[in-house]
């Protein structure tokens, strides 16, 4: 029976480690599997009887290896706990340990080779929290793409959230509102009273047995709230897959994500699944959310949304039912409409990581690198913990070349940094810190590596085979995960405390980038072209040329040249082959490179532009005020007008004044919301005071970290408590001008200019 794991954990039983695993299998039952398992670690045979004198311990020899080629001893161990405190120990008379920081439950699905799926053979029966428990039985790799049961809950409280009136349930074939009333609601469960409410909510979880609870900020407040509340009442908050109580380890700070440990069954909060999967929205309220995927909104408003919920409890409870089960339901809904929660699935299958933890890079990486490591017959070094972050070089990025130009085409090379790695072939195990030895791969930085197939290359092979595979299938999410796992890849090498940790080894990545970009850009103006930018993977080029026909052509042109030539360099210079592929990716009919602010010289990572697609043309901005939220809305909705009357020669003087003008009689009041992030607690800001942080100080709580303000004549304001009038002449000078003058200053005018003078009538005679 094929399956899925939601939670790997273990249990010690008469001093036994058994391995537990949680999950959904395909019949739609839940199960729990029982494996007996033995904890173990690595040292090196010529340390064995030193080791013996220090501790007495069960071993076995192995063909194993470390990376320096000496032969391992396996230490085994009874339970879990006991490896952290023999490796103190041994550490402490300088024996290294190999392989001793790995989770249990991990180490078991490792050495079965299993990631996301398994299959399970065995005798079942009926468990008291699961439809199926399993001992001891057999398991497998299995390839199978789980039907997950998710839970929607959100409750409903008073004002100062003491009180709570309501909890709304929603998953497949189940919609309720447990709700305080004496009434006969539709979709609902009355009860008498709170700790009734309670009652059936554990009832409710218990009997539908869902593998993942989700909600709106389901952590810091639905399940806090609840758990608050269910210590009230003297009862034992069990909601889990066991009888255990069920744990939530609240951040104070807004910059660390709170976590809960619900025997299992997995917690995954609506919003930081859109966080981890790359969604961004302006803000991340539920009605934000709701408007950009669904085109819905909630029942009851954000004005004076306490009272009126107080009100409707008192007054109209189907109100507050119909409200709070919508809360509920639209959560599934944009999970489902943005496909982040399969995207999250995707990811766990990939890398065998738990649900909530497949934002950990190092983890993923581990879990991959480790099982193909000992294919090859070879142990990895324990984790330790860096403290220090020596420097990253960064991708290269050109100089720009200012102007407003006519079909500007851009060619990027296909997953940069991973296709470094594969054809230069850096990786860990290939990594050669002396240079030592003979027909070495020696990257700019002067890092050498083996030419012999590393683990991490061959990795990236099976991703891009999988990836080719899945896109056939046209499978978006599945290939948009593979990506992801595959670019953090070079990230984990960055990170000081991964267990392979080099500068060197990372350097190397980004010093090839920048070499190969640099190279890229000669080549093409030696085709009689000009580069007029240059970022990380891309390069952008001015063709000269006034139709997309032949900007097509050329496009094609560059990529084939410019393959070939790598294919032929890379094989001459290095004894590889080379992985390399640049792609001719797009289009511009017109295209903006800004100066950069208060200067002559070309900016970086910003431009816009009128691109191409399909016949159809489409406004493109890259970190330009229009995509930044630290802007305004008045300024994106200035911007863009802007840029649009230029990209289509159209007169833009008297748009300039027309704005200015509405804006000082009110007609953009709505448009003048600033909304800042706080990055650290208020007190810590003591140097300056920016006008955020003075915005919300005057606020008595903070609700999230976000803080929207207006300026006003007597400075920053809190929107909440915004009386007095706005500024206009701050958004003239702060928002307007600045964005007029980065485009009119390439037609020898400006800003003040335009104001001045009035009476001009057009401004470029088109």
Request: with cysteine; hydrophobic share 35%; glycine share 6%.
């Amino acid at each position: 029976m094929k399956g899925f794991i939601v939670y790997p954990t273990y249990r010690i039983v008469d001093e036994k480690a058994f391995v537990y695993l949680f999950g959904r299998l395909e019949n739609g039952e839940s199960f729990l599997t029982m494996n007996e398992f033995k904890p173990y670690f690595y040292i090196t045979e010529t340390n064995l009887k030193k080791a013996l004198k220090i501790s007495s311990f069960d071993y076995e020899k192995t063909d194993l290896k470390n990376f320096k080629k000496e032969k391992v001893v396996k230490v085994i161990l009874d339970i879990p706990k006991e490896v952290p405190e023999l490796r103190r120990k041994l550490e402490k008379e300088d024996i290294e340990c190999f392989e001793a920081d790995i989770r249990f439950a991990y180490r078991f699905l490792m050495d079965m080779g299993i990631k996301g799926s398994l299959d399970i053979e065995g005798d079942f029966k009926k468990g008291e929290f699961t439809d199926r428990t399993y001992e001891n039985p057999e398991l497998k790799s299995a390839d199978w793409i789980p039907k997950l049961k998710v839970l929607s809950i959100d409750i409903e409280t008073n004002r100062n959230a003491r009180e709570i009136f309501s909890i709304s349930m929603v998953t497949e074939n189940f919609e309720k509102v447990i709700i305080i009333s004496d009434n006969d609601l539709k979709k609902a469960i009355c009860v008498n009273n709170e700790k009734v409410l309670l009652e059936k909510f554990q009832e409710q979880v218990i009997k539908l047995d869902p593998d993942i609870i989700t909600g709106w900020n389901v952590i810091d407040f639905d399940l806090v709230k609840l758990e608050e509340k269910f210590k009230q009442y003297g009862m034992n908050f069990k909601i889990g897959r066991t009888n255990d109580v069920c744990k939530i380890r609240q951040e104070e700070s807004f910059f660390r994500d709170s976590s809960t440990n619900f025997q299992g069954r997995i917690i995954l909060d609506g919003i930081q699944l859109l966080k981890l999967s790359f969604v961004k929205l302006k803000d991340y309220k539920l009605d934000t959310a709701a408007q950009e995927f669904l085109g819905e909104k909630k029942l009851i408003g954000s004005k004076n949304k306490g009272s009126e919920i107080e009100d409707a409890f008192k007054n109209n409870p189907q109100k507050l039912a119909d409200y709070n089960l919508k809360d509920s339901k639209m959560v599934i809904d944009i999970l489902d409409k943005t496909g982040v929660l399969n995207l999250t699935i995707q990811r766990s299958l990939l890398t065998g990581i738990q649900l909530d933890r497949v934002k950990g890079s190092i983890s993923a990486f581990d879990s991959l690198y480790l099982r193909d490591l000992r294919k090859k017959g070879y142990v990895a070094p324990s984790a330790k913990f860096g403290d220090r972050e020596e420097r990253i070089k960064g991708g290269y990025v050109m100089t720009s070349k200012p102007g407003i130009y006519d079909y500007v085409i851009v060619c990027d090379f296909k997953s940069l940094y991973p296709s470094i790695i594969r054809t230069f072939n850096i990786d860990p195990f290939t990594f050669v810190p002396d240079c030592k030895g003979k027909d070495l791969i020696k990257a700019p930085n002067g890092a050498c590596f083996r030419k012999e197939e590393g683990i991490l290359s061959n990795m990236i092979q099976r991703f891009w085979d999988a990836r080719d595979e899945i896109k056939k299938k046209k499978d978006s999410t599945g290939s948009y995960a593979i990506k992801v796992v595959m670019n953090s890849m070079f990230g984990v090498m960055a990170n000081p405390v991964f267990r392979f940790h080099s500068t060197d080894m990372a350097n190397a990545i980004t010093h090839f980038g920048q070499h190969l970009i640099k190279l890229t850009t000669r080549k093409i103006e030696e085709m009689g072209y000009e580069v007029i930018y240059g970022d990380t993977d891309s390069v952008f080029i001015n063709l000269n040329v006034n139709n997309e026909k032949d900007a097509g052509k050329i496009g094609k042109k560059i990529e084939t040249n410019i393959n070939n030539f790598f294919n032929e360099h890379i094989t001459k210079e290095y004894g590889v082959k080379s992985y390399l592929e640049l792609e001719f990716e797009k289009v511009y009919r017109r295209f903006l490179m800004p100066k950069a602010r208060g200067s002559e010289v070309g900016s970086k990572k910003r431009y816009a532009g009128l691109l191409l697609k399909d016949g159809k043309e489409k406004m493109d901005f890259v970190g330009l005020e229009f995509v930044r939220r630290d802007w305004t809305e008045l300024a994106k909705k200035f911007q863009l007008e802007l840029l649009k009357k230029i990209f289509y020669k159209e007169e833009v003087g008297e748009y300039v004044k027309n704005f200015v003008d509405e804006l000082k009689k009110g007609k953009h009041d709505n448009l003048l919301i600033y909304r800042k992030a706080i990055r650290k607690g208020l007190e810590s800001y003591t140097k300056t005071t920016p006008p955020h942080v003075k915005a919300a100080r005057m606020l008595k709580d903070l609700k999230s970290n976000i803080i929207e303000y207006v300026i006003t004549i007597n400075g920053p304001e809190p929107l909440e408590l915004h009386k007095s009038k706005i500024d206009y002449n701050h958004y003239i000078e702060k928002q307007v001008k600045p964005l007029a003058d980065t485009v009119l200053s390439f037609y020898n005018t400006s800003f003040d200019d335009i104001m001045k003078n009035s009476s001009q009538k057009t401004l470029f005679g088109y």
